[in-house]
């Protein structure tokens, strides 16, 4: 029977998410709760321009008809990096957990990463890493039909469609011409009309162009590469490749161009304490110096806090009622108040 409620209450302290020590296993047994230090992860973010461009039907007649040169021949995606920031956020460290006894409040992230002792988290963006955005992606339909005029759509051949549309283009051109001179034979009865008319002319034209010519459509999109440093120094070690054609990609890619991190840890000589020396640990975070590099060209070049190359430290048993502020990132203490 005893045997039965030994089982019976290490279930329930389970499901509650808390954790009982064997040697604690008895009748008087206080329960324990979990929380974790943070491990410092990196969050390298690229921030890129991506150029959707659509080729026109009458890209072969642009420069025939119109005098246009760099018309898009074909379908295509260009990218292009504008810029790579580097962040630092905190996740659970598997060799930094510990229980503890209950606590007036023990606050945690979804993590299971310690924010609180005693008191609410302090509230912070420091550490917030932006989400992808999205992109809108640019389909044939773009080119308006609308660009289509009777003529061009009765004509024999994709030339007479473009011819057409060259002359209507040219026709537009010259009305504009009129209207800004005053030589049209009904002028506009006011400034605002006027106005409203030069629009319009532009927007016809910009829709026959887009035949001859296509469209592009540009977006800006930061994408996400995340790194753990480890307890060692790290030199030109290649994380990913940014191309031209599909962003960015993995190592094996040899499409784009390689990028490089380097990590020079600062150590923390302060010795650590061992695991059992307490209830109420923290972490005292060391430095480190981080480049980043896109072939020859640094991009990155910053000092930063981690744990991992820090020291592990013990608060004393009188701190148990105390108010501690932790680092999400680094586990440091933030404040602590007696």
């Not at 060799?95 to 924010?115: C, D, H, M, P, Y």
Request: with cysteine; proline share 4%; glycine share 4%.
């Amino acid at each position: 029977m005893r045997k039965f409620v030994v089982v019976a209450l290490s279930m329930m302290a389970m499901m509650s998410g808390m954790v009982v020590s064997a040697a604690d296993r008895s009748k008087n047994a206080e329960p324990r709760l979990t929380y974790s230090l943070p491990r410092t992860v990196l969050s390298i973010e690229v921030e890129m321009e991506r150029v959707t461009v659509k080729a026109g039907p009458y890209y072969r007649y642009a420069e025939r008809y119109l005098n246009v040169k760099d018309a898009a021949s074909e379908d295509a995606v260009i990218w292009k990096v504008k810029g790579i920031r580097l962040r630092t956020k905190g996740e659970a460290d598997p060799e930094k957990t510990f229980n503890v006894r209950s606590a007036k409040q023990l606050t945690k992230n979804k993590k299971g990463v310690i924010l609180g002792w005693n008191c609410a988290p302090q509230t912070s963006n420091a550490n917030v890493v932006k989400e992808p955005k999205k992109f809108i992606a640019i389909e044939s339909s773009d080119i308006n039909p609308k660009a289509y005029s009777e003529d061009q759509l009765m004509a024999n051949s994709v030339s007479q469609m473009a011819q057409s549309a060259a002359k209507e283009i040219y026709r537009i051109r010259d009305s504009r011409v009129s209207l800004a001179t005053g030589d049209m034979l009904h002028m506009p009865a006011d400034g605002r009309s006027m106005e409203l008319m030069f629009e319009e002319m532009d927007k016809a034209e910009s829709r026959l162009m887009s035949l001859f010519v296509g469209k592009k459509h540009k977006d800006t999109i930061v994408k996400t590469f995340e790194y753990v440093p480890s307890k060692k120094d790290v030199k030109n070690e290649m994380i990913f490749r940014l191309s031209t054609a599909n962003g960015l990609v993995g190592k094996d890619d040899l499409s784009g161009q390689p990028v490089y991190i380097s990590i020079k840890l600062e150590r923390n000589e302060k010795p650590s304490v061992k695991k059992d020396a307490g209830e109420l640990f923290y972490n005292e975070p060391g430095r480190a110096h981080v480049t980043i590099d896109v072939e020859e060209s640094r991009v990155v070049d910053e000092d930063v806090s981690i744990a991992q190359n820090g020291s592990l430290q013990a608060l004393p048993s009188s701190f148990v009622n105390a108010k501690l502020q932790y680092d999400a990132t680094t586990g440091a203490l933030i404040s602590v108040e007696k």
